[in-house]
């Protein structure tokens, strides 16, 4: 399943909380929107934002491919931003804030001022008593990437050591379904997991396909995606649980499916930077 296929079907991404690092500053300028170019109809949509006249963003930075750039103030485009700033169009609204928080502040649902948050989250009842979900817009599988040369395989993967994410679906995945021989080690970020990886502090790295794909980019060589366990996770925007925004976003959502937006944020952003279709990574059968 590549991820045009998926966003066709049912889909789903995460926008992270933000705030508490101090990066403030909008991106892209005075709109907020960098060099995305929403096409989709201004005012098809109606939201009450925190802020009048602004969409109030949070994520985690960083995400490549998701969002491109390393802070709010250098931000200049990707899936999920655009994907936002496609909202805010159809919402009429004339320009987007972006604010940064880590995956643990953002997971925790503790910071509510804003509208609208992604961040490649999967969507779990557990969370839907953290979050308000909009309709998923992607799903991903989740993949397992080795060192070089490693000889871990199928049948042998549960005795690595292994590194995921921690407070992720993939980290409940493992503690459910895979069940290593030894508990994994838990990183509150991506970047400094593959690194890990690619030092030989770990063994294996499990988390969706798409990260590996994109994350693991700067150890291409020392380290490779060489399988995947079929979940189909769905991905969603997050909301306050109080948001009256809710509905108004699942038909933007439906929206973008129908016209093709989000056959083109993939072809855009995502397709050249995996560098392969996810769809020819081979699948293991889970235990």
């Known amino acids: 399943m590549n991820a045009r296929t998926a966003l066709a079907a049912v889909a789903a991404l995460v926008l992270g909380a933000a705030g508490c690092s101090g990066d403030d500053d909008s991106a892209g300028g005075d709109t907020g929107f960098g060099e995305c170019e929403p096409s989709g ?8 934002p925190v802020v009048d006249g602004q969409l109030t963003v949070v994520t985690a930075l960083p995400n490549p491919g998701w969002w491109n750039g390393t802070s709010p103030d250098d931000l200049v485009d990707g899936f999920e931003m655009c994907m936002v700033a496609e909202i805010a ?3 009429g609204l004339e320009r987007m804030e972006v604010r940064n928080l880590s995956w643990d ?6 910071f509510t001022d804003y509208d609208i948050g992604a961040t490649v989250t999967g969507i ?4 839907k008593q953290v979050f308000a979900f909009s309709e998923p817009y992607y799903a991903s599988n989740i993949s397992v990437t080795l060192a070089a040369g490693s000889t871990f395989d199928e049948s042998t993967i549960r005795d690595a050591r292994i590194a995921t994410i921690q407070a992720s679906t993939n980290a409940q995945w493992l503690a459910d379904v895979l069940k290593p021989a030894q508990e994994p080690r838990l990183f509150s970020d991506g970047p400094e997991m593959f690194a890990a990886l690619a030092a030989n502090q770990v063994d294996a790295v499990i988390t969706d396909t798409e990260t590996a794909l994109t994350q693991g980019k700067p150890y291409e060589g020392k380290i490779e995606v060489v ?3 079929e979940t189909g996770t769905p991905w969603g925007m997050v909301m306050p649980l109080d948001s009256p925004n809710v509905d108004a976003v699942d038909q933007a959502v439906a929206d973008m499916r129908a016209d093709g937006t989000f056959d083109r944020l993939s072809e855009d952003y995502l397709v050249p930077l995996f560098g392969v279709d996810p769809a020819s990574i081979p699948f293991w059968a889970a235990p």
């Open 105 to 110: 502040q953002y997971i925790s649902g503790s």
């Open 124 to 127: 779990t009842e557990e969370r």
């Open 89 to 91: 169009h159809r919402a």
């Open 41 to 48: 109809e201004a005012g098809s949509i109606e939201l009450d």
């Open 227 to 229: 399988a995947q366990y």
